[in-house]
């Protein structure tokens, strides 16, 4: 029996889930959140435990054999261990990883891989005390430096750490973060600024940054460098430097759109599907969770509206968005 294969009408595959379990976080990320904060979902509005096994159940049996579980901060929820236990008794689920800000690692590194849990990334956009504590609103960098060493102990199949490059505010470190690989076995991913869910869609540009400039701080250093495949078939190009234990990844959704080969969908904390992280378009799938068929008929509405890119791109104040942004801004939806 052939397996089951989620198509969009660009014939693109989708086998991989990101599911939100919170709205919720510790943390008011100044690319992530605007200043002022967010009004979180009552409780009552976020999947429950078991609903959130069901939403994932249902997708396996679509195909799915991939997820992601992310926020918000997912280990805010005082349920995420019986969560990540529940999914990894799916036998359809072949890989199952985390995004986390890291606060909570160092109590729940060895907990969460006991669970089940494959593979972490890790937000980390400065080594910098006074910087960290800026772009996050008040974070603490020792307790997430705490916790990437909990999560290295812990022997996650894969620790990656994820720095979102803002022109300005942390591109003087990317030097600083590319000589963390040489003695530390996790891989820096370098992540352009998206403009999600921002009133003004052409403020973005002040803040970006292309990634590209890796190279040349290689370069400068007289560090060799090579691609090399990694596990999964996301949107990094990754490479490794001579001599290094770990390696280095290149996320470039604004200078070079990987949307040809999106095989995403995204669930958010409330429930409902977004197939596009930039458009507006969602659908819920919280009251069709116990009838498959039903399910199955509005995943497939959703991918049949699924636009060929995210036009993030545009020169806005000149172009004409094909469709009208999300209303949500990235800590709602989970990345």
């Known amino acids: 029996m052939k397996p089951y294969r989620m198509t969009d009408m660009y014939q693109r595959t989708h086998d991989y889930l990101r599911l939100s379990v919170t709205d919720k976080c510790s943390l008011r990320c100044t690319y992530c959140m605007p200043e002022d904060g967010l009004a979180f979902f009552p409780d009552h509005c976020l999947l429950s435990t078991q609903e959130i096994i069901a939403m994932v159940d249902n997708f396996c049996q679509l195909g799915v054999d991939k997820v992601r579980l992310t926020g918000g901060e997912p280990l805010m929820r005082k349920d995420i261990l019986e969560i990540v236990e529940g999914i990894h008794q799916l036998s359809a689920v072949k890989d199952l990883s985390m995004t986390t800000n890291g606060l909570a690692l160092k109590r729940l590194a060895q907990p969460l891989r006991d669970a089940g849990l494959h593979r972490l990334n890790i937000s980390l956009d400065t080594f910098d005390q006074k910087r960290y504590r800026m772009v996050t609103r008040g974070g603490n960098l020792k307790q997430v430096l705490a916790g990437i060493e909990a999560a290295i102990a812990a022997n996650f199949d894969e620790i990656k750490l994820n720095v979102v490059v803002i022109q300005g505010q942390n591109d003087q470190e990317l030097r600083d973060f590319l000589s963390y690989t040489f003695e530390h076995d996790v891989t820096v991913r370098f992540i352009e600024y998206m403009p999600i869910g921002q009133a003004n869609q052409k403020k973005w540009q002040d803040a970006y940054k292309g990634v590209e400039r890796v190279f040349d701080i290689c370069h400068q250093e ?94 806005i104040e000149e172009s004409k968005l094909s469709e009208k942004p999300t209303w949500r801004h990235m800590s709602q939806i989970g990345g």
């Open 222 to 315: 007289e560090w060799t460098y090579r691609a090399i495949e990694m596990k999964g078939n996301g949107p990094a190009k990754n490479f490794q430097m001579d001599g290094a234990k770990g390696r280095f990844g290149l996320i470039h959704p604004i200078s070079c759109q990987f949307c040809a080969a999106c095989n995403r969908l995204r669930v958010t904390a409330d429930g409902y599907l977004k197939a596009c992280l930039f458009w507006e378009d969602e659908i819920n799938l919280r009251p069709y969770l116990t009838d498959f068929q039903l399910f199955e008929n509005k995943v497939k509405e959703a991918l049949a509206r699924k636009p060929e890119n995210h036009e993030m791109a545009l020169d």
